[in-house]
């Protein structure tokens, strides 16, 4: 059974940190790429990156997210893990993760995705 979930939101103060989780199961991070969204209140989904853990490249990060992330994964865990710094308000959303069909990142992977799995709730307080 392929499954995702997104854990680790919480309520932070604008400034602060968060590491989100996506956890898998049924497939491997080495086969699949994962991308990671979000959806503020009221607004439409935004695709904020894509990672490949074949090789650990970190692909196409959104413009109000550059600079203030770090992906990595823990294959052990079948885990990939998104590290967020310099929090904003406008960074209030629920965070989800889907897998991309392709090992590598396409241009287009928000378009490729097949699988995912209930976001988890971040709130920025300023």
């Known amino acids: 059974d392929v499954q995702l979930q997104a854990s680790g939101g919480g309520l932070v103060q604008a400034g602060g940190s968060l590491r989100l989780s996506c956890a898998a199961s049924?497939?491997?991070?080495?086969?699949?790429?994962m991308g990671w969204f979000r959806q503020a209140p009221g607004k439409e989904h935004e695709a904020l990156l894509c990672?490949?853990?074949?090789?650990?490249?970190?692909?196409y990060v959104a413009d109000s997210m550059k600079g203030r992330v770090i992906v990595s994964s823990d294959n052990a865990k079948n885990t990939v893990y998104l590290q967020m710094d310099s929090l904003k308000p406008e960074d209030t959303a629920v965070y989800s993760c889907?897998?991309?069909?392709?090992?590598?990142?396409?241009?287009?992977?928000?378009?490729?995705?097949?699988?995912w799995g209930e976001g988890t709730l971040v709130t920025v307080s300023s």
């Open positions: 889907r897998r991309v069909l392709t090992i590598m990142c396409p241009v287009s992977y928000y378009y490729n995705t097949d699988v």
């Open positions: 049924g497939f491997s991070f080495d086969d699949y790429a």
């Open positions: 990672f490949s853990g074949r090789d650990g490249s970190t692909d």
